[in-house]
């Protein structure tokens, strides 16, 4: 069984440039969170979604960043025009419909130089 | 909103002792949740979790006890290990099953050898 899939792990970026995440849930699972963690802090939620639908936004800021999770393929985490605040790690959660429980990938590092 | 912390954020604790992390959350209608163990560099692993109509649940080492009336619980260690070694954070969803979940910032637990 795969759990939650990531890509790539670590990724350098300047300021100025597009940031791209990818998450590939759990096998059977239809539901993604996106979050994100500061060095030394808890994990903030961001989004989620379902097969071409967000859900919940509200943790996202408004600007720069969006997600999507098409019907085929991974769900993508968009930032654009990364600046240095952005630095992170992000990390991506599925789900099954109905369920609690959240089961997490291994992150994605971002760096912005 | 739902605010979910740890009481402490650093415990030592001697290899084949005990390990207690505590944990408060805010909304007593939270249901559910869960602790997840995060080692240096990797996602958040699922430990245990534990709905509200119980009062304690036992794993493999681990056991998380609730207690509703001061909406506090806790995740105790048995015999810990230098594995063991981790952050670790207790999370609730914010409004029952696929919805985001809400972290405590997290507490980092050294054994020592």
């Known amino acids: 069984n795969a759990g939650v899939m990531q890509n790539p792990r670590h990724l350098v970026r300047r300021r100025g440039q597009e940031a791209r995440l990818r998450c590939s849930p759990m096998?059977?699972?239809?539901?993604v969170y996106w979050y994100r963690q500061l060095p030394e802090e808890g994990l903030k939620f961001m989004v989620y979604?379902?097969?071409?639908?967000?859900?919940?936004e509200s943790g996202m800021p408004k600007e720069r960043f969006s997600a999507e999770f098409p019907k085929e393929g991974p769900s993508i985490l968009r930032i654009q025009q990364v600046v240095r605040g952005d630095s992170a790690a992000y990390f991506c959660?599925?789900?099954?419909?109905?369920?609690?429980?959240?089961?997490f990938g291994p992150g994605t590092r971002l760096t912005v130089l | 909103g739902e605010s979910v912390g740890l009481h402490l954020p650093t415990l030592s604790v001697q290899e084949g002792d005990n390990s207690i992390i505590n944990c408060a959350y805010s909304?007593?209608?939270?249901?559910?949740f869960i602790w997840y163990k995060q080692e240096s560099g990797k996602g958040p692993q699922f430990i245990i979790d534990?709905?509200?109509?119980?009062d304690k649940r036992q794993g493999q080492r681990v056991t998380v006890l609730l207690n509703k009336t001061v909406k506090h619980l806790s995740l105790q260690i048995a015999a810990t290990q230098p594995g063991d070694s981790a952050v670790y954070f207790c999370?609730?969803?914010?409004?029952?099953?696929?919805?985001?979940?809400?972290f405590g910032k997290g507490i980092t637990l050294s054994v020592r050898p």
């Open positions: 979604l379902q097969k071409e639908n967000i859900i919940d």
């Open positions: 909304n007593s209608a939270s249901d559910y």
């Open positions: 534990i709905r509200s109509n119980m």
């Open positions: 959660a599925s789900s099954s419909l109905g369920g609690d429980t959240q089961y």
């Open positions: 096998k059977g699972h239809s539901h």
């Open positions: 999370a609730a969803p914010e409004t029952g099953a696929n919805s985001k979940l809400t």
